[in-house]
């Protein structure tokens, strides 16, 4: 007969042995263990009050429980794939040290309601961790804008020079986005922290449950409140995947960027070695890996949202096996994104900043034409004429080699005598910086004050 007994009661032959593997969930499951056990315990609990469970038989299991926890940690508990899964490996081996007890903690659930339960306690524990983790990254962030608040580099757009920015406010521009992703990660928390439990397989029970008692021991804040809908929806999954997508495409964004810089024709940042690669045949070469696999594993994460938002497209109500399939995209998602953000918080703590090139960089791309411009249009002079005033003298200092701060005033006045000589202040990248004194700006001003911000922010949170 087939040994899974749980549920083999009705079936002529065993099941195949390939079916059995391909069925089976506790090679990766398992690592629900703790969880799973949280919940029978509150369900016991709950059974308990409810006059459902003796005392003796609460007792047991709470004693069974404890010691089937020890044997997990201890790396002592034998997995089997005949029980098909952890919620079933764990029910054998406590009814393997209670008896009756063990076989009574069932009563009025399902592994539908049960699963939905350990996946939702499980992740909201991810979650709180994910959150910590986006904060230190903030944090690391933070520490380089004050540092670097007056630090000069040349700002982009379509990858072509386009005004002088503080290196301090590009860094603020990722912790403002981390800011937003820590925000929906709370936001998906509170719908994930909802309880499945006493749905049973789809129906409800007839047991006289009390779900306010298991959900209270449980922490949970809400209680779902239709049992088809608990048990089969994962759209708190998609929606976690989706916000750990958005923090992975920031974060492969940032790694562009370190990605560009190190390299020598940008040479704006050296990346500690520790996080760096050699090559075998180039004796030359300290490859930014680091960047580069968060960028690659960016790709990976939102891969798993879509395997998720797919795995729930046209399935009935209420739960089908398809479910399962929910289990190994979000442990994956929630592994990929704790190990990127830690090393990417060690990582920013390890750049090394180089001014002078960034510097030297923005004095290549008349990257204050457009200050002057405007300082032609406080002059009195209409912004479009100001506009082509300004190309003319690009135009000429292209041909010359020179900046537009470096022609002599004569020069200048050549394309307009509204110019004199203060306008050498509007010219140097710093004028250009500290003119863009206005909240969102990217004067240093403006960036400590943005810093400072998110510091008690970041205090408050805590
Ligand atoms: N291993 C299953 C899952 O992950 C547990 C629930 C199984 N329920 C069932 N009726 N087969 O979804």
């Known amino acids: 007969m087939n040994s ?34 949280q919940g029978s315990l509150a369900h016991a609990q709950m059974l308990h009050r409810a006059g459902v469970l003796s005392d003796e038989d609460t007792a047991a299991i709470r004693q069974g429980m404890e010691e089937i926890l020890a044997e997990i940690a201890a790396g002592k ?98 912790v403002e986005m981390l800011g937003r992703d ?35 021991i449980l922490g949970f804040e809400q209680i779902c409140q239709n049992s088809l809908d608990a048990v089969s929806d994962r759209d708190f999954a998609v929606e976690f995947a989706a916000a750990a997508s958005l923090v992975m495409v920031h974060l492969s964004r940032l790694s562009e960027e370190l990605i560009l ?52 497209k046209s399935q009935p109500l209420a739960y089908n096996k398809d479910n399962q399939e929910d289990k190994e995209p979000l442990f994956d998602t929630v592994d990929t994104l704790i190990d990127t953000l830690r090393i990417y918080a060690d990582m920013m703590r390890g750049v090394t900043v180089k001014p002078e090139n960034m510097r030297a960089a923005v004095m290549q791309g008349f990257a204050t034409a457009t200050d002057l411009a405007d300082y032609l249009v406080k002059k009195g002079m209409p912004f479009r004429d100001s506009h082509e ?23 200048l006045q050549g394309f307009s005598s509204l110019i004199s000589d203060d306008v050498y202040q509007v010219l140097t990248p710093e004028g250009s910086l500290a003119a863009r004194n206005h909240l969102g700006g990217t004067a240093p001003e403006q960036v400590r004050f943005q810093a400072e911000r998110w510091r008690r922010l970041l205090e408050k949170a805590v």
């Not at 099941?15 to 969930?25: A, D, P």
């Not at 076989?103 to 399902?110: A, D, I, N, Q």
């Not at 983790?133 to 020079?161: K, Y």
């Not at 005033?389 to 020069?411: N, W, Y």
């Open 389 to 411: 005033v300004v190309a003319q003298a690009v135009r000429h200092a292209d041909q010359s080699g020179a900046d537009l701060s470096e022609l002599p005033l004569e020069v």
């Open 261 to 312: 810089w190190m390299s020598p024709r940008f040479a704006f940042i050296d990346i500690a070695d520790r996080f760096c690669t050699g090559s075998s045949i180039m004796p030359q070469k300290k490859n930014p890996d680091v960047p580069e696999l968060v960028r690659g594993k960016s790709g990976r994460v939102i891969g798993h949202l879509i395997g998720l938002i797919t795995l729930m």
């Open 182 to 216: 820590d925000e929906r990660m709370a936001d998906c928390r509170g719908r994930v922290n909802r309880m499945p439990l006493g749905a049973a397989a789809l129906a409800g029970t007839t047991y006289p449950i009390r779900r306010e008692i298991t959900a209270e």
């Open 4 to 37: 899974n007994k749980t549920w083999s009661g009705r079936f002529g032959e065993p099941v195949s042995e390939l079916v059995k593997k391909y069925t089976g969930s506790i090679d990766f499951d398992k690592r629900l263990a703790e969880w799973d056990i």
């Open 77 to 174: 508990m034998a997995w089997s794939l005949d029980l098909e899964d952890v919620h079933m490996n764990i029910e054998r081996r406590l009814t393997d040290k209670i008896g009756d007890a063990g076989k009574r903690l069932h009563t009025g659930r399902s592994r539908n309601d049960q699963v939905a339960t350990d996946i939702r306690l499980w992740l909201r524990d991810q979650i709180s961790i994910i959150r910590s983790l986006i904060r230190d990254l903030q944090t690391a962030l933070i520490e380089l804008a004050e540092q670097h608040a007056d630090t000069v580099m040349p700002g982009f757009t379509h990858l072509q020079v386009a005004q002088p920015v503080s290196f301090g406010h590009h860094m603020l521009a990722y």
